[in-house]
């Protein structure tokens, strides 16, 4: 005998929830913590200057001051230029006007999901090893150099002089707390640690690396140190946010935009930069905004930008894993 069922009867309403679930990284903790400028030009610079090695040879009684120094003379300028960052979003007429579940307004949510876009587009430049570039037409637009390649990732900027440039990284591979100590004793002969306080943006297993500074170094069998933790809290912390080390306090933060290529998935695990957030700045050029444009008959448009460069007031003042 046939007989109507929920799998042969059309009409069937079909239950689709109104919540629509978006699992995607968003934290950009570079352009969060740097300083925040303007910018008034496509091309901007900042300045930096060293002091002469300590002397104390002395000076004989009586004797007169014959030559001076130019103490502007170790002054030199640090120039990025601005990159222009956009997304851009289209909705049908009859899309717009179409019950979509979980979206109230599908031109609100595209651009809504813009701005998202774009702060992970400029979280990602910054934090990239690529390089300035001027606008030459062409497919040729304005670029921002990257953090890691003020850093010297790939090769030092030629115009950046060699007392300026960084002097603390490595690229030796698995940190172990000896490597990690190393680029810190690094950073701290070549500037003194000014700031006093680093912020370590970290790729996901360098994160784990120094989290496994706390159970062993070295062995796979001897731990560096125990730790008793009481059991009324039912949990067991094994993770490393703060390190204080003999150089200076490093805050970690993980980042899964490190060192990437544009439009590629792939994420540099290992990298990480050690940075003083006093002697980094965003250059704003135009803040970020939307804008709607005509609607020529096939339904709203728009697009969100931002025009912002990066500015390093000394490689020196900073480090970097990869």
Same mark, same amino acid.
């Given at each position: ?34 300083? $925040?400028?303007?910018?008034? @030009? ?9 002091? %002469? ?10 004797? %007169? ?9 170790? *002054?030199?300028? #640090? ?19 179409? %019950? ?12 809504? #999901? ?5 702060? *992970? ?23 921002? *150099? ?12 030629? %115009? ?23 680029? !810190? ?21 360098? $994160? ?14 001897? !731990? ?33 935009? !490190? ?14 930069? #050690? ?21 020529? @008959? ?11 460069? !990066?500015?390093?007031?000394?490689? $020196?003042?900073? @480090?970097?894993?990869?």
């Amino acid at each position: 005998m046939a007989q109507a069922a929920s799998y042969n009867t059309a009409g069937n309403r079909e239950d689709l929830t109104d919540v629509l679930t978006i699992l995607e990284p968003e934290s950009t903790p570079f352009v969060s913590m740097a300083k $925040k400028a303007a910018a008034s @030009g496509t091309f901007f610079e900042v300045q930096t200057q060293s002091l %002469d090695q300590p002397s104390f040879d002395g000076v004989n009684e009586g004797e %007169d001051v014959t030559s001076f120094d130019n103490k502007s003379a170790d *002054r030199v300028r #640090l120039g990025n230029y601005i990159q222009k960052f956009r997304r851009t979003y289209q909705v049908s007429d009859i899309q717009e006007l179409v %019950d979509t579940a979980g979206v109230a307004s599908e031109f609100s949510h595209s651009e809504a #999901l813009a701005v998202r876009e774009i702060k *992970r587009d400029m979280e990602s430049a910054v934090c990239s090893a690529q390089d300035r570039q001027a606008d030459s037409g062409a497919g040729a637009p304005y670029k921002t *150099r990257g953090m890691f390649k003020f850093l010297g990732l790939g090769g030092q900027p030629s %115009d950046i002089p060699a007392a300026f440039q960084n002097v603390a990284n490595d690229t030796t591979g698995t940190q172990t707390e000896t490597t990690f100590n190393s680029v !810190l004793q690094e950073l701290y002969e070549a500037n003194g640690m000014p700031g006093g306080q680093l912020t370590l943006i970290a790729g996901p297993t360098l $994160k784990k690396e120094i989290s496994d500074f706390a159970r062993q170094e070295g062995s796979t069998t001897a !731990l560096s140190f125990q730790v008793t933790q009481p059991a009324e809290s039912k949990k067991i912390t094994l993770s490393v946010n703060f390190y204080e080390g003999d150089f200076g306090n490093i805050a970690i933060i993980p980042s899964v935009f !490190l060192n990437r290529t544009s439009g590629s998935s792939t994420i540099d695990s290992d990298a990480g930069l #050690l940075i003083d957030p006093e002697y980094v700045a965003i250059h704003t050029l135009k803040a970020e905004s939307n804008s709607e444009l005509e609607n020529q @008959g096939g339904g709203r448009r728009g697009f969100c930008d931002v025009i912002a460069g !990066l500015a390093c007031h000394s490689p $020196k003042a900073h @480090g970097y894993f990869n």
